[in-house]
């Protein structure tokens, strides 16, 4: 765990503490776009914030929401200045292809197809690619294009990431 000095009373804080700091900033700022607030991630001065529709939307996040959601962003952690010393805040959308790293990541790309490295060989494997069929709290559930089923435990993850599969047009 890294910890930085806050400036902010000078107390000591974890990259977690800020995180969970910044995510109850900007809450009310996603309600009042509706929005939700895919990922966050805070890391060596850089504030990654990843914002998306709610789950059956029609449609994605647009340019002008993406801007407006930034500018809003910006101005409340100008405010409040959670995050100890300089930083970059990057503001974007999951896009196609999205990295999955939380349970309700997994639980809202139930249907699509992922591609999943692990941390270390499960049943033979390192890399698996299929179908996430269900996801609970602990683990979940991959069909590979062959038909058979994985069930993978979220802590037995590297890297995990939903794949666009292109359809052909009639």
């Not at 805070?42 to 914002?51: F, L, W």
């Not at 962003?73 to 974007?92: C, F, K």
């Not at 997994?106 to 499960?122: I, M």
């Amino acid at each position: 765990m890294t910890w930085q000095m806050s400036i902010n009373g000078g107390e000591l804080m974890s990259e977690n503490q800020v995180s969970q700091r910044i995510e109850a900033l900007i809450a009310p700022v996603m309600t009042d776009l509706g929005l939700e607030l895919y990922d966050l991630e805070y890391n060596g001065g850089i504030v990654k914030i990843t914002v998306d529709t709610p789950p059956g939307s029609p449609g994605g996040i647009d340019v002008d929401q993406l801007s407006r959601c930034t500018r809003l962003i910006s101005r409340e952690l100008d405010h409040d200045d959670p995050v100890p010393g300089h930083y970059t805040l990057e503001v974007s959308s999951p896009g196609l292809e999205r990295n999955l790293r939380l349970p309700r990541h997994f639980q809202r790309e139930v249907g699509k197809t992922a591609a999943v490295r692990l941390s270390d060989v499960l049943n033979g494997e390192r890399r698996l690619t299929g179908v996430i069929e269900s996801a609970g709290v602990e683990t979940f559930l991959l069909r590979l294009a062959n038909g058979e089923e994985r069930v993978v435990p979220y802590d037995r993850i590297d890297r995990a990431k939903t794949v666009f599969v292109w359809q052909a047009q009639p």
